[in-house]
């Protein structure tokens, strides 16, 4: 670890993490130093044997951007990671990062840029059961030559969310925002149609459009970490067995390949599963 890489912290309203790390000019320059080494070792320069020509004419021909570039590259995971422990913080989410103009390593200056990130939401479940016994009370009422009514997921769903409070990362909700909207757009092209032709159908226009992603993303977000609190709380957890079983009932070899292949998606999602199931029978 680099006790010379720095880092501060800022949490922001919306619960979105802010870490701005700064990467010393010596790291920057010792690490210049090997990328440039490397591009002398494998440059071919014409009337010279393969990584012989003289460095100055190799770093005359060099492309500094490109260097630079791979610096970043090279510093910039470590320090984010560093500055992850430093702070003490969990995310769970990729970095979105912000690189400023780098300054050449021979102008001593430091390097700097922005990570936002976020943690968990904090979810307050409160007196959930409650309001979803109100729901399901409905479909155990025995009306003798009649079936009882099963209890609609989407009100079990409303009154779990009715009930709790959440604390939603807008990074968190912006992400899933775009991938709802990328999703989208690539539906849209396979129907053979641009994105104007989709909206003009729909009588919606981009901002409409964002919006009620964005209003969907942040449900779906609290109703996963939602479940995810219940299941703790609850201690739900899906046995080994049971992930086997989902695999062999899958209905051809590529979908049980691609189960195999992602095992802790398949139980995450079979937990998800067995909390609606407790929700149901409340």
């Keep these: 670890m680099n006790k010379n890489i720095t880092t501060a912290l800022q949490k922001e309203p919306n619960g979105t993490i802010r870490l701005t790390i700064t990467i010393p000019s010596a790291d920057v320059k010792k690490t210049w130093e090997e990328m440039m080494l490397e591009v002398v070792n494998n440059a071919e320069v014409q009337g010279f044997r393969k990584g012989k020509a003289p460095r100055k004419l190799v770093e005359e021909k060099a492309d500094k951007e490109k260097i630079r570039e791979e610096v970043l590259k090279k510093l910039l995971p470590i320090a984010y990671t560093q500055a992850v422990k430093t702070q003490g913080i969990k995310p769970i989410i990729n970095p979105k990062i912000h690189v400023e103009k780098l300054a050449d390593p021979d102008t001593n200056k430091d390097w700097q840029f922005t990570a936002l990130t976020c943690e968990a939401p904090i979810i307050k479940l409160g007196k959930y059961k409650e309001n ?151």
Excluded: C, H, M, W
């Design 132 to 282: 979803i016994q109100k729901i399901t009370a409905k479909s155990k009422i025995i009306i003798p030559g009649k079936e009882p009514v099963p209890v609609k997921f989407e009100d079990i769903v409303k009154a779990l969310l009715d009930n709790i409070t959440a604390e939603i990362p807008g990074i968190l909700v912006d992400n899933e925002t775009d991938r709802l909207l990328s999703q989208t757009l690539e539906d849209v092209k396979k129907l053979g149609l641009t994105l104007d032709q989709y909206l003009s159908s729909t009588g919606k226009n981009p901002q409409i459009l964002r919006e009620e992603y964005r209003k969907k993303a942040e449900n779906d977000i609290k109703l996963e970490f939602t479940l995810l609190k219940i299941a703790e709380e609850e201690k739900i957890v899906v046995e080994e067995k049971e992930i086997e079983e989902a695999i062999k009932a899958s209905k051809s070899d590529d979908e049980r390949k691609n189960l195999e292949a992602n095992r802790y998606l398949l139980a995450s999602i079979l937990r998800q599963q067995k909390t609606l199931d407790f929700l149901k029978n409340l």
